[in-house]
């Protein structure tokens, strides 16, 4: 296996964070999906939370809100509960 690091700053990688927590996936799994092609036709997750214009408001509040505003949320269910999913 190899490994890849990059350096961005600290609210670049918050957003990649939230970005991939809406989708319901790692961090590494987000990245390779928005990066590598796939073969299979699924429905991408982040394209289907932004659909909804509910969902895709909270999403970019999210994603612009200062690092020193930012909630942390324990689990996914955590993050639903508060976004009423």
């Given at each position: 296996?190899?490994?890849?690091?990059?350096?961005?700053?600290?609210?670049?990688?918050?957003?990649?964070?939230?970005?991939?927590?809406?989708?319901?996936?790692s961090?590494?799994?987000?990245?390779?999906?928005?990066?590598?092609?796939?073969?299979?036709?699924?429905?991408?997750?982040?394209?289907?939370?932004?659909?909804?214009?509910?969902?895709?408001?909270?999403?970019?509040?999210?994603?612009?809100?200062?690092?020193?505003?930012?909630?942390?949320?324990?689990?996914?269910?955590?993050?639903?509960?508060?976004?009423?999913?």
């Amino acid at each position: 296996m190899s490994r890849l690091s990059i350096e961005i700053d600290p609210d670049q990688h918050r957003q990649i964070k939230t970005l991939a927590t809406f989708a319901g996936m790692s961090l590494k799994d987000y990245i390779l999906a928005r990066t590598l092609p796939t073969k299979s036709v699924e429905s991408d997750s982040t394209e289907k939370l932004l659909s909804s214009p509910k969902n895709a408001k909270r999403l970019r509040a999210s994603v612009n809100t200062p690092a020193s505003q930012h909630v942390v949320f324990e689990s996914l269910t955590d993050l639903k509960n508060a976004l009423g999913v």
